[in-house]
């Protein structure tokens, strides 16, 4: 018997309704033995990570952004609510509406460590701690690139200046990181002896950032170990995903032992973006999942996407991490039918872990009878196997020449059944035209049809496939 599930997933649909959702537990190698557990090294944090949460500082540059204070505040909340550890907020010193919706934020008793980002300047510096933040985050670009052309300034300066801000936030009891912008630009020894200059007068974290998305995850991996060994503070990690590499270096950022990853929902930031908050969580629940799921609302994922995506007027990408439309939905008829079996077969991560349902798309010239077979019996039709395949086969002659959705091939499968058992011919392909008894009830109901011919006592049938 295949599993059936209610439908509660897959919000953005593709416009046709052409696959089911099919429940069932994982396969018991996630549980018992994992194969994508991380490389066993007793400096690497993959199991104990902080977040550091951006949306409201690097995700307000993203070109589309503009949060009005109440946006802002809806956003922290849900933020704490989903249980980032930290969430940064804009300079106090961009503009006077800022410093003001950071000082409403920290007065909100969030859970969450409230940060503000500043540059590394004293005039910055004196705002923010007036804000009530629990933290600030300063920083200020190392390479010579931003040397010369951002703020003009040497190394001496730098070190002078850091000292300066770091010592006057600490005077005022609040946690304090320092970070060199364009981190992979800039020259080691320049990093390492700034990083082990703040460090002796006790930042809480130095910071990398990979500010233009050049690094790849080997580059990561060696600079934040090497800084491993230089510092004692904790290391937070920032990376731009203009080169597609801002998950896996976030990944190897804390295989290096790197403490602290920023994040933003969705990955909006400047240009195309950051590490996304949804893509961290998907690559760490497949290394951790006890860590990542006793730590986070995963459930809350969705909702907090579409808060965001809304407020920046984006759509949620098809192929987005866990949330896209179709991040779990399987269309091959051989997908399928290992899907309907043991769901562990061709996916990593269950879906049920973030409140989402898996689909089985059999609508397609692709399909299986295996597939077909399953939605048969979601339909309560008693077909044998033979049947099915049969079945299947008129399924594929008209998939073969147009588009297909639900209802066609309920109206396949429906007609076909009552050719059988009653022994009539009539043609099959008329039931696409003229839907089979059920569905137009259904539609007259005020449903989709293939919404209400659906069952849904998912627990009863998933107990079976696994
Ligand atoms: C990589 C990142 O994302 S870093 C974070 C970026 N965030 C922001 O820029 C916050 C929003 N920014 C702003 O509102 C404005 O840029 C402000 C208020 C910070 C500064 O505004 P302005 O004084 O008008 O300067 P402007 O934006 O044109 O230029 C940046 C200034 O900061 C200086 N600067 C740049 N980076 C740093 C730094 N890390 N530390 C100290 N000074 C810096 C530059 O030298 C330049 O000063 P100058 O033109 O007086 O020499
Ligand atoms: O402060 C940091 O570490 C990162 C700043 C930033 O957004 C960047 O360098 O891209
Ligand atoms: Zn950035």
Same mark, same amino acid.
């Given at each position: 018997m295949p599993p059936t599930e209610s439908v509660n997933g897959s919000s953005s649909g593709n416009g046709k309704k052409n696959f089911q959702p099919v429940s069932?537990?994982?396969? /018991?190698?996630?549980? &018992?033995?994992? /194969?994508?557990? /991380?490389? /066993?090294?007793?400096? &690497?944090?993959?199991? $104990?990570?902080?977040?550091?949460? $951006?949306?409201?500082?690097?995700?307000?540059?993203?070109?589309?952004?503009?949060?009005?204070?109440?946006k802002k505040i809806e956003i922290a909340k849900a933020l704490d609510d989903f249980g980032v550890d930290y969430i940064e907020l804009t300079s106090p010193a961009a503009s006077e509406q800022s410093r003001l919706d950071c000082e409403a934020i920290c007065k909100l008793g969030l859970k969450a460590k409230i940060l503000t980002h500043i540059r590394c300047h004293m005039d910055d510096a004196r705002i923010a701690v007036q804000t009530g933040v629990d933290g600030v985050d300063v920083v200020i670009g190392t390479s010579s690139f931003l040397r010369e052309h951002s703020h003009g300034k040497d190394m001496d300066?730098?070190?002078?200046? +850091?000292?300066?801000?770091?010592?006057?936030?600490? &005077?005022?009891?609040?946690?304090?990181?320092?970070?060199?912008?364009?981190s992979f630009r800039s020259e080691l020894v320049d990093l390492l002896s700034i990083y082990r200059t703040v460090d002796q007068i006790g930042v809480n974290r130095v910071g990398i950032a990979d500010t233009v998305g050049c690094a790849s995850p080997r580059q990561v991996y060696d600079l934040v170990r090497t800084l491993r060994g230089v510092v004692s503070c904790d290391i937070e990690t920032h990376f731009h995903n203009d080169t597609g590499c801002a998950v896996a270096n976030a990944y190897c950022a804390l295989e290096a032992g790197a403490t602290h990853i920023d994040t933003s929902v969705l990955g909006i930031g400047e240009r195309n973006g950051i590490t996304p908050l949804g893509g961290?969580? +998907?690559?760490?629940?497949? +290394?951790?999942?006890?860590?990542?799921? &006793?730590?986070y609302k995963l459930h809350k994922l969705r909702d907090l996407e579409n808060l965001v995506a809304e407020a920046v007027e984006v759509n949620i990408p098809f192929n987005n991490y866990i949330t896209g439309f179709c991040a779990f939905t399987h269309k091959a008829g051989i997908h399928a039918k290992a899907i309907l079996a043991n769901p562990s077969t061709y996916e990593i991560i269950n879906p049920a872990d973030f409140g989402i349902t898996r689909y089985v798309h059999f609508a397609s010239r692709l399909t299986g009878w295996n597939a077909i077979? $399953?939605?048969?019996?979601?339909?309560?039709?008693?077909?044998t196997d033979a049947q099915c395949k049969e079945c299947t086969a008129?399924?594929?002659?008209?998939?073969?020449?147009r588009p297909l959705n639900v209802d066609d091939v309920d109206s396949i499968i429906r007609q076909y059944h009552f050719n059988i058992k009653t022994g009539n011919d009539q043609p099959l392909l008329k039931g696409i035209e003229h839907p089979a008894p059920g569905i137009q009830e259904a539609a007259d109901a005020g449903e989709p049809a293939a919404k209400k011919l659906r069952r849904t006592e998912p627990d009863q049938d998933a107990a079976k496939c696994c």
């Open positions: 069932g537990r994982h396969g /018991p190698h996630l549980n &018992s033995r994992n /194969p994508y557990q /991380p490389v /066993p090294d007793f400096l &690497s944090n993959v199991n $104990s990570f902080k977040i550091i949460e $951006s949306t409201l500082r690097e995700g307000e540059q993203f070109a589309n952004a503009f949060f009005d204070t109440a300066y730098i070190h002078k200046t +850091a000292i300066e801000v770091i010592e006057f936030v600490k &005077s005022h009891e609040i946690e304090i990181r320092f970070s060199s912008e364009d961290l969580m +998907a690559r760490m629940i497949v +290394a951790d999942r006890e860590y990542v799921t &006793s730590k077979k $399953s939605r048969v019996e979601q339909l309560d039709l008693d077909m008129k399924i594929k002659l008209l998939a073969d020449v």
